[in-house]
């Protein structure tokens, strides 16, 4: 059953990316969540259970969609790398825009526009200050949102919830 659910949440993050080794980045998750301190101890990550027994999972999807993840501590360099995810649609950094959810409520209009829409989420503990984001289809939000629930993985909106 948890395996079925860890299939199903990585084929929704990744629905829309080119990728080649998706099987193996679920079959990795899997394996984790069956055998967490087989597979810290594979990732020389001992250091993530020390703080959280629990967390082995979590760091598995961190782990495992790593390249798939927008990491930064400072706005614009999120943007930057936002900006080169959707090959330089959204240009320069806003003028004017200096914390956080400012940008991202300037940002989900653009989003929306895109086709499919899509959304910026905060996904899994990035253990560090960095904020660690992925860009999703946003038809999938909801049953994201349920599934990181289920399998205990921080999930977070990075804008309000809005009808638009």
């Avoid at 969540?33 to 979590?58: K, L, R, S």
């Avoid at 860009?135 to 999938?140: L, P, R, V």
């Amino acid at each position: 059953m948890a395996e079925e659910k860890i299939e199903q949440l990585i084929n929704l993050l990744l629905e829309g990316y080119d990728i080649s080794n998706k099987e193996e980045i679920i079959s990795n998750c899997s394996f984790c969540y069956t055998n967490p301190d087989q597979y810290i101890a594979n990732n020389e990550a001992e250091w993530v259970i020390e703080g959280d027994e629990d967390g082995a999972f979590e760091f598995s999807v961190t782990n495992e969609l790593f390249n798939f993840l927008i990491r930064g501590d400072k706005i614009d360099e999120v943007h930057e790398l936002i900006d080169e995810s959707l090959n330089n649609a959204l240009g320069d950094f806003p003028a004017g825009i200096r914390y956080a959810p400012d940008y991202f409520v300037w940002l989900q209009p653009k989003l929306n526009q895109e086709e499919p829409p899509l959304e910026v989420i905060e996904l899994a503990d990035s253990y560090s200050d960095e904020l660690q984001l992925i860009i999703i289809e946003k038809h999938n939000l909801e049953s994201i949102s349920k599934l990181c629930q289920e399998l205990r993985v921080h999930f977070r909106r990075t804008v309000p919830f809005q009808d638009k």
